[in-house]
């Protein structure tokens, strides 16, 4: 991402009531390269953050629909979004918030040890719509590369740093039509349906001797010397728990004869449902923007993709991401090790220090003895 290009092409929200947080283009205390790996970071904790971009609009009909970026939460982030929104040509940028309406919505979205998950919430006929499925996201401290493929046979992948990390089919992953069966409202379970796997033995007994009281008197309890029926009343052994008490008394169960299982209830076709075969069309796909909360700022965001070819998409991210991702870490790990014997070395002169204020103290302490014995 070019330095003086950046805030030329994005647009930061307006929108009234929001004290958004500031972005700037850096590539983070740790980077494969100090040009390539710039990026767009949130600066300020605690803030929501609005920013937008607008290309030319397009439309992936009967074509693929590719969303991809990359993601770098430096700071260990504990909660706090890094995903993106796609809009159409209708929003206002200056004015984008949490309400604008999006066609969708994709990213890692990370609070706690909970929410580790990343979106995808497409917009259907007004309604958004969550995926039922649950894809983890990364969650360390390096860049990562998230895609969303829309195919024009209502299918999808999300790709984790171009690997294939769950897909399937639109109408299975969510709810955006409602169901092919319903269950049969004229259906009933019969009165005689019996689905009781077992029933009580009706030849079986209660033995004479079950019933038992739960608690007896303590029979080796004795009344104290000191008790006074006049003053303490009549005198009453503890209770215990009755060593033969056998609990309720109920009949051992046998297979039942007249079993039938299961009722299920019939389903029939649902007359509300009428397939679609363009979920996945968007027809005015415009804009990209950042619409997110942190708690801890410090996400970078870079390598911004919309198009309509995986193939395209896959060759750009070999020649970004992949190129210093693996400079990024051993970069990451020299500066660890670094902090780590600089660690080390404080300690150890902290160590010192105490030594020597020891070895202070004793000496005084001979000066006094000594000054005691002159005396």
């Given at each position: 991402m070019e330095v003086n290009a950046w805030e030329s092409r994005w647009v930061q929200s307006e929108h009234s009531g929001k004290e958004f947080g500031k972005f700037k283009l850096t590539a983070g205390k740790f980077y494969g390269d100090a040009e390539k790996d710039k990026g767009l970071q949130t600066s300020q904790d605690a803030r929501f953050y609005s920013l937008s971009t607008k290309f030319d609009s397009f439309t992936n009909k009967e074509k693929p629909l590719v969303i991809q970026f990359s993601v770098k939460h430096e700071q260990n982030i504990d909660c706090g979004g890094g995903y993106v929104k796609v809009f159409d040509c209708s929003l206002d940028q200056k004015d984008m918030h949490g309400e604008s309406p999006y066609l969708l919505m994709f990213g890692p979205?990370?609070?706690?040890?909970?929410?580790?998950?990343?979106?995808?919430?497409?917009?259907?006929?007004?309604?958004?719509?969550?995926?039922?499925?649950?894809?983890?996201?990364?969650?360390?401290?390096?860049?990562?590369?998230?895609?969303?493929?829309?195919?024009?046979?209502?299918?999808?992948?999300?790709?984790?740093?171009?690997?294939?990390?769950?897909?399937?089919?639109?109408?299975?992953?969510?709810?955006?039509?409602?169901?092919k069966k319903i269950k049969d409202p004229e259906a009933k379970k019969p009165e005689d349906w019996d689905d009781r796997p077992t029933i009580p033995d009706p030849e079986d007994t209660k033995p004479e001797d079950w019933e038992q009281p739960e608690h007896i008197p303590d029979p080796d309890a004795t009344k104290p010397e000191?008790?006074?029926?006049?003053?303490?009343?009549?005198?009453?052994?503890?209770?215990?728990?009755?060593?033969?008490?056998?609990?309720?008394?109920?009949?051992?169960?046998?297979?039942?004869?007249?079993?039938?299982?299961?009722?299920?209830?019939?389903?029939?076709?649902?007359?509300?449902?009428?397939?679609?075969?363009?979920?996945?069309?968007?027809?005015?796909?415009?804009?990209?923007?950042?619409?997110?909360?942190?708690?801890?700022?410090?996400?970078?965001?870079?390598?911004?993709?919309?198009?309509?070819?995986?193939?395209?998409?896959?060759?750009?991210?070999?020649?970004?991401?992949?190129?210093?991702?693996?400079?990024?870490?051993?970069?990451?790990?020299?500066?660890?090790?670094?902090?780590?014997?600089?660690?080390?070395?404080e300690a150890k002169t902290d160590d010192d220090s105490a030594d020597n204020d020891v070895d202070d103290d004793d000496d005084e302490d001979e000066d006094d003895e000594n000054i005691h014995e002159e005396l």
């Open positions: 979205d990370i609070c706690g040890p909970g929410t580790k998950k990343v979106h995808v919430i497409f917009s259907y006929k007004g309604t958004n719509h969550l995926i039922k499925k649950e894809i983890r996201c990364k969650d360390d401290v390096f860049t990562h590369l998230y895609t969303l493929i829309v195919n024009p046979d209502n299918t999808y992948e999300v790709l984790i740093d171009n690997e294939k990390a769950d897909g399937g089919e639109l109408e299975a992953d969510w709810d955006f039509l409602p169901p000191d008790w006074d029926d006049e003053m303490d009343g009549e005198w009453e052994p503890p209770m215990i728990d009755n060593p033969d008490y056998k609990g309720e008394w109920k009949p051992k169960q046998i297979d039942n004869p007249n079993y039938k299982g299961t009722w299920v209830h019939p389903e029939i076709d649902n007359p509300e449902y009428s397939p679609d075969s363009e979920i996945y069309l968007r027809k005015d796909i415009c804009i990209v923007g950042l619409d997110l909360w942190q708690v801890k700022s410090g996400t970078i965001f870079d390598n911004f993709l919309v198009g309509d070819d995986p193939a395209e998409a896959k060759k750009v991210a070999e020649e970004t991401w992949a190129l210093t991702k693996d400079a990024e870490k051993k970069m990451k790990e020299e500066q660890d090790e670094e902090d780590r014997k600089k660690a080390e070395e």
